[in-house]
């Protein structure tokens, strides 16, 4: 017999405790002003609620400071290097929810296990994803392990430049996202590329009847008609990746539905071009699709993970996110797939001359490490192993993704305006509408409401439109992309209900007196590539 209650059980505890100290809003206007209003330059240890990013800033589970004591700090092949390669394979690409690597790992002291974990583990033969086992690593490696998100993507970039512009000379190219990161696009411009964001705005900001759509519309999807017009117009052999991100970050984390990766993915293929997925969040994507999906309800995540890679060539993913880490990221592509066939070099009786897998390798041994650790330590990279299986979870995801429903919802009521649904990772005010529509694109007003979130409840959010997304420095076409949202980000297993109350109650008074934010104007840095992180400020 149960005895149900309307109140859910908790699924988790706190374990660890960090303190805050008492700091008034004068002694944190003195900060602001000693390091130039920039948000990413003000001390955390003077803030209640820091939404700034939910990049590394996650509480691990005791299960995760557990195997960081099974950290192996070997300079070439460290355990971890093995257990991380077959952690992805069971969390993106088997489908079943195992944790072969880890049990093998505690198992794996004596002789008896040694020939175990020879066969299972160091000298797997795996080939034909994204993660080649043993000795394919070497043959054809497929697979760079990189200190974060951003190392994948300059690590991709620095590579493919000097091999477009030898091949093209003089040629612009054209790389089409339903949107891409800041960090993103900031790497393809400086490669003399132009990145384009082409989703739904009008969609975004739709607010549904009562608050509440039924299921999910996935906000996040690339508008494939967008796509169809710019492949049109700029031709497909100027467009050498597309690129989709899951959950979408800078479209308000909100998610990518299977079926519109599944429809990109053929128009990508059609025209012979990879299809790169940058998948920081691709554990809250695929809880999502589970939720909302017509036919993934029964589906485990890691199941619905195992459909959503099978549609790209290449994954960049920064692990600070869905690792459940503080720390890691990936380059990887699939083996001998298109982005291998494109931009590999073959001799004329099809013989492989340059395979860009060692071009990689060797730009990863030179800037990040060599390619069993590529910059983690070892204790970092067995926490990240267990975090990926932490981020498959069903219960912490559903747990994660309805915190920021909660918040979304409460900010919804007391009359801010935010984007609805929340996203996957965090909840985003409308600036435009915030400020009726009164304050033009060069008064940086979301970072102004940012900063006063900041200097009046010492909470801290991050701007991600006008001033982040560059809005005064790009082209018409593309300033019709940027969306003027300030960020909340979630940080993951850290946050109570009492922390999204004291965010609504704050955010909700500073909207009631949004006449009293003043714009700003920049003073240093504003043509600065990704200038929101080094850029000075003023009212
Ligand atoms: N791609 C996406 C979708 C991201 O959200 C981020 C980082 C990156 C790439 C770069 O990864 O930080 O590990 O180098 N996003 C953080 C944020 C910083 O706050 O949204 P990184």
Redesign the pocket.
């Known amino acids: 017999m149960e005895y149900p209650l309307n109140v859910e059980a908790p699924k988790s505890f706190t374990h660890v405790v960090r303190n805050l100290p008492t700091v008034t809003a004068e002694q944190r206007l003195r900060a602001l002003k000693a390091t130039h209003y920039n948000e990413f330059a003000f001390p955390a240890g003077m803030l209640y609620v820091d939404c ?5 800033t996650t509480s691990m589970t005791d299960a995760q400071w557990g195997a960081m004591f099974l950290g192996d700090e070997s300079y070439g092949r460290n355990k971890g290097y093995y257990v991380l390669l077959d952690a992805f394979r069971d969390v993106w690409e088997r489908g079943d929810q195992q944790k072969r690597a880890i049990d093998l790992l505690r198992s794996g002291v004596d002789k008896d296990d040694v020939e175990k974990m020879m066969d299972e583990l160091y000298l797997v033969d795996t080939e034909g994803g994204f993660i080649n086992g043993g000795s394919y690593q070497l043959e054809r490696p497929n697979t760079f392990i990189v200190p ?4 994948a ?1 300059a690590l991709l970039f620095d590579v493919i430049k000097p091999l477009l512009a030898k091949r093209y000379p003089g040629k612009v190219f054209t790389i089409p996202s339903n949107a891409h ?1 800041d ?2 696009e900031g790497n393809i411009k400086q490669m003399g590329s132009v990145p384009r964001n082409l989703f739904h705005k009008e969609l975004l900001f739709e607010i549904p009847e009562g608050g509440k759509y039924e299921k999910n519309p996935f906000k996040g999807d690339m508008d494939i008609d967008k796509l169809n017009q710019l492949l049109d117009s700029v031709g497909i052999e100027n467009v050498p990746l597309i690129y989709t ?1 899951v959950t979408n ?1 800078s479209v308000c984390g909100q998610p990518v539905s299977m079926a519109n990766m599944r429809a990109v993915s053929a128009i990508a293929h059609k025209h012979g071009i990879p299809f790169v997925m ?1 998948g ?2 691709w554990a809250e994507n695929c809880y999502f699709i589970k939720m909302n999906e017509e036919g993934y309800a029964d589906k485990s995540i890691a199941e619905i993970a195992k459909e959503m890679f099978s549609y790209f060539d290449v994954v ?1 993913a ?1 692990l ?2 869905n690792g459940h880490a503080n720390m890691g ?1 990936l380059l990887a592509f699939r083996d001998k797939g298109y982005f291998w066939k494109n931009f590999s070099e073959f001799n004329e009786d099809g013989s492989v001359k340059v395979d860009i897998g060692h071009l990689l390798k060797v730009r990863q041994i030179s800037a990040y490490g060599n390619d069993s650790y590529g910059g983690m330590s070892g204790h970092d990279i067995m926490a990240l192993c267990v975090g990926l299986y932490e981020e498959q979870r069903f219960e912490y995801q559903d747990e994660r993704v309805r915190q920021c429903e909660y918040l979304a919802q409460g900010l919804h009521q007391a009359g801010v305006p935010v984007v609805l649904p929340a996203g996957g990772h965090g909840v985003y005010i409308d600036v435009d509408k915030f400020f009726g529509y009164k304050r033009d694109h060069e008064s940086f007003a979301g970072q102004a409401l940012s900063l006063e979130m900041i200097h009046r409840y010492g909470i801290r959010c ?1 701007e991600l439109g006008d001033f982040s997304m560059e809005y005064d420095l790009k082209t018409p076409e593309q300033k019709a992309e940027v969306c003027n949202v300030v960020r909340l ?1 979630i940080n993951r297993s850290q946050y109570s209900k009492q922390h999204m109350d004291y965010i609504i109650a704050a955010a909700a008074q500073l909207y009631k007196d949004r006449d009293t934010i003043p714009n700003l104007k920049i003073t240093f840095g504003r043509t600065l590539p990704m200038r929101h992180f080094h850029a000075w400020l003023e009212p």
């Open positions: 700034l990013s939910d990049s590394g974060q998100g951003r190392c993507e990161f960090t993103t991100t970050n940058d920081a969040r960049s920064s600070k996110k990221g991050s980000a």
